[in-house]
């Protein structure tokens, strides 16, 4: 096959993803694409293009945070020196071929339904396999028509949408915001997770009701709790907190709350004051 | 109901306002026929709960009626939203077991298990054979614990009053079990990442197997009580039909999943724990109203009986914690004069002996251990279908994200499916067999 040459950029850094690296089959623009450089989201894609993607390649999913804290911190009130530690931000690192399993003939069928339905293949940003799990990273535009691929395809049938849900990966983080879907296909008995990046500024993208009708409360919960908008919900109101409630609490920039209490005459502070040794 | 009079006087109990959409009536008290001025028509929104005894705790129902019929159904959650999900990011990995346990509260052992399997599946830990045969025994005696407070609380809000008091009858049975090999009735936090926190007391083996012989001799009464009786049939049967399709796309699973005819269970389709060592059915009907799922649920029972048993015959001696000292946690526990506590030969050990063990202990306590970043999504079948944890760690001691996907609050989302178009009376029913428990949905 010609994957190895095609699917690998000049510095070795891109990606050799699934869908990407199937693409004969495709047919030129993915080739147009690494022959520009390796960077996949192009003239289709216009907004979102070049937004959290580094120049060559490699993961679009880019941590900023650096590691900090340990000892030498001040103004915290502990004596020893001693806390807010900030680990350095999670990179998942991008899978190359062959991913192992049934996750290489699942990459192939779905770069092939997507061939079939016309999508980009730069709609896949980056694909890693970790723990046993198959993650696709998606660009925010394509996840509806994603979802309806691979609810749709007679080789793929993800029939249940078990779940969508939030991540805040915290300040200092570029993207911090991510929306995570697990998509779960009885007829072949496989799970796949689909991921958005997002901007904590512009936190949009189209709902999967029309798709999914399940994602219903998942969409409202995920709003509620990250303020994430989902363009095309039916009605995207507050679902556990109060119709009438300020901020999204699982935001990491929301206060966990709590009042210090007294146990043995020591005071203990809440737990969100407390050390932290991460 | 239909009749209402023209020359209605104003009711104290009934203020009337004008909207847009035309006089509305708050009734708060009274007569309906004294309200109204008939010319509109009879549709009426009843909001039901959230303090309502056939609510299934406090979920609120907001019911658009025309007569007795129901138009619209919409349910409102989030009073019982305790923000365990947030407050697990600020404890480290063993202690989020104390918070998920309190999530699906009639379900504990199945949120500890599927927590700990997720943060297990993270760190790359293998548990000691003892504590997944543990781990099942639990699951199988907490799914018999819940069914049957479903089929109590399910029985009491039609009304089926003896249901009730035979259903926590033999729960109760289950929970002095639960109590005495784990040390609590509920909010075990018994199953730790990596193993289990304590072993078995002595004499477990013929506790549980005392147990399974009550439970052999006492539930065949169900089908002597409810199954034939004609009322019971009446109330259930051909109500809240939820076909298969319907099930897919409204994500419903477990009970009512199986009762639309497709055999999809965790344990037998992706199995964890070990249970594809385990001889049982998923027992499934065809019908997809309540009375299936009624019938499931009991004869889920007898298969949970089962598994217990071979457990039990599994069950051989060993460790209940991963060798790992990074993870385990130095001392077994023991019940002490003073309660649960570090044995004393441990105490012995760190205060007198060993300066390095008292570091290790302390720091393993207070700080935890690193999780290597992360994520990971466990499904495991809970008695209400597909209860999963979506973990996400950035390498410290905290995890950053402790997603549950609770099958309860997924499968509410089936609740106007199932009854609008039906009786009033008949929503109760649709709910009951939903069986949702609010600790879960609001979490």
């Known amino acids: 096959m010609s994957d190895d040459t095609k699917g690998t950029s000049k510095d070795g850094a891109e990606q050799t993803g699934g869908p990407q690296s199937s693409a004969e089959a495709g047919g030129g623009d993915v080739a147009a694409q690494r022959a520009a450089g390796g960077t996949a989201p192009s003239a289709g894609e216009p907004e979102r293009a070049g937004a959290g993607t580094t120049p060559e390649g490699g993961t679009r999913i880019a941590p900023t945070r650096e590691r900090r804290g340990m000892f030498g911190v001040s103004g915290s009130g502990d004596t020893s020196g001693f806390g807010g530690l900030r680990l350095p931000g999670h990179v998942p690192a991008p899978a190359e071929r062959p991913f192992g399993g049934w996750f290489d003939e699942f990459a192939d069928e779905l770069g092939a339904a997507l061939a079939e339905r016309k999508i980009s293949r730069a709609a896949i940003q980056q694909v890693t396999v970790d723990r046993g799990e198959i993650t696709f990273y998606v660009q925010r535009e394509r996840i509806l028509e994603l979802c309806r691929t691979l609810r749709d395809d007679p080789g793929l049938r993800f029939e249940l949408c078990s779940s969508v849900s939030g991540v805040d990966y915290g300040a200092d983080v570029e993207q911090r915001l991510h929306v995570v879907y697990h998509l779960l296909s009885m007829t072949y008995r496989r799970r796949i997770r689909l991921e958005v990046a997002l901007d904590i500024d512009d936190p949009r993208l189209p709902s999967v009701v029309e798709v999914y009708p399940t994602a219903d409360w998942h969409e409202r919960e995920t709003w509620d709790m990250f303020g994430v908008i989902f363009d095309g919900h039916p009605a995207l109101t507050r679902i556990l907190m109060p119709d009438d409630w300020d901020g999204h609490p699982q935001r990491k920039d929301y206060p966990l709350g709590g009042i210090p209490v007294e146990y043995k005459g020591a005071e203990i502070p809440p737990p969100d004051q407390r050390r932290s040794y991460t | 109901m239909t009749d209402i009079r023209d020359d209605a006087p104003v009711d104290a109990y009934a203020p009337e306002r004008e909207t847009t959409e035309g006089t509305i009536y708050t009734v708060t008290g009274g007569d309906w026929d004294t309200v109204g001025d008939g010319e509109h028509d009879d549709r009426i929104v009843i909001n039901m709960g959230p303090q309502h005894p056939s609510t299934h705790g ?328 597909e209860l999963g944890y979506h973990l996400v760690s950035d390498g410290g001691t905290r995890p950053v994200r402790v997603h549950v996907r609770d099958p309860s609050f997924v499968n509410l989302q089936t609740m106007p499916a199932m009854s609008e178009g039906g009786m009033v009376a008949d929503v109760i029913a649709s709910v009951a067999s939903i069986d949702p428990v609010m600790g879960g949905v609001d979490r």
């Open chain 2, 58 to 385: 406090v979920l609120r129902l907001v019911l658009e009626l025309e007569g007795e019929t129901v138009q619209q159904a919409r349910s409102v959650i989030g009073y019982l939203h305790t923000g365990i999900e947030k407050n697990c990011e600020y404890r480290n990995w063993t202690q989020g077991v104390t918070f998920v346990t309190r999530a699906d509260y009639l379900a504990p052992i199945f949120n500890e298990v599927a927590y700990c399997l997720a943060v297990e599946k993270l760190l790359g830990a293998e548990v000691p054979r003892r504590a997944t045969v543990a781990r099942v025994l639990l699951m199988e005696l907490n799914r018999i614990g819940s069914h049957l407070v479903c089929l109590a609380t399910g029985g009491m809000e039609l009304g089926a009053l003896t249901g009730m008091t035979a259903g926590f009858r033999e729960r109760e049975e289950g929970l002095h079990l639960l109590e005495f090999l784990t040390g609590l009735r509920m909010n075990h936090a018994y199953v730790r990442p990596g193993g289990l926190a304590q072993d078995f007391p002595e004499g477990w083996a013929e506790k549980v197997t005392e147990y399974i012989a009550v439970m052999r001799s006492r539930l065949p009464d169900y089908d002597k009580l409810l199954t034939g009786q004609p009322i019971w049939r009446q109330r259930l049967e051909k109500v809240g039909y939820l076909p298969v399709d319907g099930c897919l796309a409204l994500g419903a699973t477990g009970p009512i999943l199986r009762s639309a005819g497709l055999p999809w269970d965790q344990r037998k389709v992706e199995p964890y724990c070990g249970y594809e060592e385990y001889d049982f059915e998923v027992p499934t009907a065809t019908e997809a109203d309540c009375y299936a799922r009624y019938r499931l649920r009991v004869a889920e029972m007898h298969e949970s009986l089962k598994i217990m048993e071979q457990a039990v015959e599994k069950m051989e001696p060993g460790p209940v914690m991963v060798a790992d000292r990074k993870i385990a946690w130095p001392a077994q526990l023991s019940v002490g004069s003073d309660g649960m506590g570090n044995t004393l030969e441990h105490v012995r050990k760190i205060m007198g002996q060993s300066m390095e063990s008292l570091i290790h202990h302390f720091k393993l306590v207070t700080e935890g251990f690193r999780v290597p970043p992360g994520q990971v999504y466990v499904p495991v079948e809970s008695p209400r279908g």
